[in-house]
């Protein structure tokens, strides 16, 4: 017996694999000019969904996305996943797509491909139809399923009943009535042994209605060569579901958005109607967390432990430690709250928004870039931009930190347990020092000493009889 290389000896050991990705299309059917892949359902793109569940069984270095429509935007939109793409400058097919990724992936014993529009697909499966695919020492394995309605997919031709074996792939216009009936359809999701797939993949032929290389055609050429061919049925079929209109975008995401409803429900959260709650696949929260109707839930949010989210709140991209209250209507941008904060009614923190432990932020205030302190409160019709609070600091109603002169925004700093009196106007750059007051309905130019009151308003006139006077001029 010839004895093995070392590169051999390892493949059959600890066979390296890559995964593929089909994101090249334009998905005419959507009737989009944006790229089918970057169509957002459960909160992210099509694509991120498969990448994600790709990454959890081999890491970033072995998974290729072959990209071709707007593929700048892909590689934009992707590139903190960390993969490798190709670019399929002509779409000519999914045989196509392989063949333009041939250098990349010719240096691998396996080769695993995954469709870019189906993000129900699960590790699990992917890991399932790997496993199966080196227990049967398979040249090429498909992924299967069995579907009431088959109409529209490629059927799966056995070489006899309960085979594993693959005889071939009949694309449903060229299905016999018979063949028709077979409800058992190709996926679009493959392994190939690298080596016999890429020896034959040249064999690849055009001569089809639409003159393109199709993947599906190498379960005959690989069968002739006498290499085995075989499927693996999936028993859930709603994962290899794909998005060609509208309409299975909106059924995806309703079935990716009902599933995290019931994991968080599974792990303690209380969700009030869950059917009105909109929250993204990324999204963690808390155990006795209760959410309210109405509410969304975005990005890549993280809530603490019981918390309560009052109904019709937005919360993006942000973070809530434990024990923090929010009031009906609030919009949360970018902004991160610690333990015990209170929010709302109807507040709106924007990005770089910071709110400290217990301290409050009330009816119709707005935040940016502020950072308040533990305790501290600002309770009512307030703007605070480009500031720094410290702990203890009381804010009252209709005061405005001006951070914008026309050409640069300025910073405000509030130090520890000063008071602010009701409609106030600090204009920064201005500093309030520790313990300082500021009269209501001031205008503040300058910095206030630690300890200091500081009134920034004329002084009233009183004219006695004015109004009587004006009265009669009028009868006149």
């Not at 309605?149 to 005889?167: A, C, F, L, M, W």
Request: hydrophobic residues 40%; proline residues 4%; aromatic residues 6%.
């Amino acid at each position: 017996m010839p004895r093995l290389s070392k590169r051999d000896s390892q493949s059959r050991t600890n066979p390296r694999f890559a995964i593929a990705i089909m994101a090249a299309g334009k998905g005419t059917r959507l009737k989009s000019k944006h790229p089918k892949v970057l169509h957002e359902v459960g909160g992210k793109p099509l694509l991120a969904h498969v990448i994600a569940a790709a990454l959890s069984v081999v890491p970033a270095k072995d998974v290729y996305a072959i990209i071709g429509h707007e593929a700048d935007r892909v590689r934009t939109a992707l590139a903190g996943s960390g993969i490798n793409f190709v670019l399929q400058k002509e779409q000519r097919g999914t045989g196509h797509a392989l063949i333009v990724a041939r250098e990349a992936l010719q240096p691998y014993d396996h080769v695993l491909v995954l469709s870019g529009d189906a993000p129900l697909i699960t590790p699990e499966t992917i890991e399932s139809l790997r496993d199966f695919h080196l227990s049967k020492k398979a040249a090429m394995t498909l992924l299967a399923a069995e579907l009431e309605n088959p109409t529209g997919y490629g059927r799966v031709i056995r070489t006899k009943s309960h085979s594993d074996e693959v005889q071939a792939i009949v694309e449903e216009k060229a299905a016999s009535a018979t063949q028709r009936k077979i409800r058992e359809i190709n996926s679009g999701f493959y392994v190939f042994a690298a080596k016999p797939f890429f020896q034959h993949i040249d064999e690849l032929s055009t001569d089809n209605p639409h003159s393109e290389y199709y993947l599906t055609d190498m379960a005959g050429i690989l069968g002739k060569a006498k290499e085995k061919v075989v499927a693996y049925k999936t028993d859930d079929p709603n994962e290899v579901l794909g998005s060609n209109t509208r309409s299975e975008l909106a059924d995806l995401d309703a079935q990716i958005r009902t599933a995290k409803r019931r994991q968080l429900m599974a792990a303690g959260v209380t969700i009030f109607s869950p059917e009105t709650c909109i929250i993204d696949t990324d999204v963690e929260i808390g155990a006795d967390t209760v959410l309210e109707p109405f509410v969304q839930i975005l990005g890549n949010t993280r809530i603490g432990a019981d918390c309560r989210i009052r109904s019709y709140t937005v919360i993006n991209n942000s973070a809530l430690g434990d024990g923090v209250l929010v009031r009906p209507g609030c919009i949360l941008d970018e902004a991160r709250v610690a333990d015990g904060a209170v929010l709302g009614p109807y507040s709106h923190l924007r990005p770089g928004s910071e709110i400290g432990e217990g301290a409050h932020v009330g009816n119709f205030v707005e935040t940016k870039k502020l950072k308040l302190g533990k305790g501290s409160k600002a309770n009512h019709l307030t703007y605070l931009g480009d500031t720094e609070i410290g702990e203890g600091v009381n804010v009252g109603a209709g005061t405005i930190t001006c951070n914008y002169d026309g050409v640069h925004k300025h910073k405000t700093v509030i130090e520890d347990g000063a008071f602010i009196g009701s409609n106030s106007t600090l204009i920064a750059p201005v500093r309030v020092g520790k313990g300082a007051y500021v009269a209501a309905a001031s205008s503040i130019t300058d910095d206030v000493p630690a300890d200091a009151l500081a009134l920034g308003r004329s002084r009233q006139i009183v004219k006695e009889g004015w109004a009587k006077q004006k009265r009669q001029q009028k009868k006149q």
